[in-house]
């Protein structure tokens, strides 16, 4: 839309609007005039003219721009409705925890009281593990549990609240109840902090000949089998900001 050639385009109808702000302006000689609203005022008429086309009569090219403007601009506003770049962010750190759960056993529990659980009985006093990591890897509760799909946690058609807090049983990357993880919003905060500013700060590429090996080894936390290496290089434009 705003290209040279879209702009050299619209030469006319600048030169008109900007003809009629001093045609304005020689009227109003010897009175005081906003010049910020003069200019934001002729600018708009520019764009509007544009946004709606054909403000020059018989002027093919004016259609075509005012048309072009109606689609980007409709894009726009679609887009704006839709989640953003931050949302898709913090739902891949919600994947990432489902995926890769860190302990895949919660902290043991022991049953106060007997119960039914399933169509099986804990009696009172039993030690209890809670496996999350097979809760995730459950195709009845979650589609395709082994794909990375971050928009699963979008929340567009379900009324799930995927928080961090261990009210949803399906989801609990930090547990839940009184022995919850107690850092959780540090982790929470810090996980995503981190990432962000080493992508926003860092391009990334592996060592010669390695691949990303996401293969993990069980144990009271889950770890990566092989230590991902990559070789960073900066992004930012001056060395100064890393400092
Ligand atoms: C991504 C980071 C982290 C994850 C995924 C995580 C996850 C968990 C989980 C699942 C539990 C068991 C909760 C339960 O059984 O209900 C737990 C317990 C715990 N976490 Fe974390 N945690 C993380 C970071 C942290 C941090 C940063 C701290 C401390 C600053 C912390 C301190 C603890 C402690 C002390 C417990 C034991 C709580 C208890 O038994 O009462 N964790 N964590």
Same mark, same amino acid.
């Given at each position: 839309?705003?290209?040279?050639?879209?702009?050299?385009?619209?030469?006319?109808?600048?030169?008109?609007?900007?003809?009629?702000?001093?045609?304005?302006?020689?009227?109003?000689?010897?009175?005081?005039?906003?010049?910020?609203?003069?200019?934001?005022?002729?600018?708009?008429?520019?764009?509007?003219?544009?946004?709606?086309?054909?403000?020059?009569?018989?002027?093919?090219?004016?259609?075509?721009?005012?048309?072009?403007?109606?689609?980007?601009?409709?894009?726009?506003?679609?887009?704006?409705?839709?989640?953003?770049?931050?949302?898709?962010?913090?739902?891949? @750190?919600?994947?990432?925890? *489902?995926?890769?759960?860190?302990?895949?056993?919660?902290?043991?529990?022991?049953?106060?009281?007997? @119960?039914?659980?399933?169509?099986?009985?804990?009696?009172?006093?039993?030690?209890?593990?809670?496996?999350?990591?097979?809760?995730?890897?459950?195709?009845?509760?979650?589609?395709?549990?082994?794909?990375?799909?971050?928009? *699963?946690?979008?929340?567009?058609?379900?009324?799930?609240?995927?928080?961090?807090?261990?009210?949803?049983?399906?989801?609990?990357?930090?547990?839940?109840? *009184?022995?919850? @993880?107690?850092?959780?919003?540090?982790?929470?905060?810090?996980?995503?902090?981190?990432?962000?500013?080493?992508?926003?700060?860092?391009?990334?590429?592996?060592?010669?000949?390695?691949?990303?090996?996401?293969?993990?080894?069980?144990?009271?936390?889950?770890?990566?089998?092989?230590?991902?290496?990559?070789?960073?290089?900066? *992004?930012?434009?001056?060395?100064?900001?890393?400092?």
């Amino acid at each position: 839309m705003l290209s040279n050639s879209n702009l050299e385009a619209s030469y006319n109808l600048r030169k008109d609007k900007v003809q009629k702000a001093i045609r304005d302006v020689y009227t109003k000689i010897g009175t005081s005039i906003d010049i910020g609203e003069l200019a934001f005022v002729t600018e708009l008429n520019v764009v509007m003219n544009l946004l709606w086309g054909g403000t020059i009569d018989g002027d093919d090219k004016q259609d075509k721009i005012g048309a072009e403007f109606r689609k980007v601009a409709s894009k726009f506003v679609d887009l704006m409705g839709k989640p953003n770049i931050s949302d898709f962010f913090s739902n891949s @750190c919600q994947e990432t925890f *489902r995926l890769h759960p860190r302990p895949p056993l919660l902290v043991p529990r022991i049953s106060s009281q007997s @119960c039914m659980l399933g169509g099986y009985t804990i009696p009172k006093g039993s030690r209890v593990f809670l496996n999350t990591w097979s809760v995730y890897m459950d195709p009845l509760v979650w589609e395709n549990p082994s794909n990375f799909n971050p928009e *699963r946690f979008l929340n567009i058609d379900n009324d799930k609240l995927w928080d961090y807090l261990g009210n949803s049983f399906e989801y609990l990357p930090f547990g839940s109840g *009184r022995r919850k @993880c107690p850092g959780l919003h540090l982790a929470e905060k810090m996980v995503m902090y981190v990432l962000a500013s080493l992508l926003h700060s860092f391009d990334r590429k592996l060592p010669e000949g390695e691949n990303v090996d996401l293969s993990e080894t069980f144990g009271i936390v889950i770890r990566k089998t092989k230590p991902l290496i990559a070789i960073p290089s900066p *992004r930012l434009s001056s060395l100064s900001m890393y400092e």
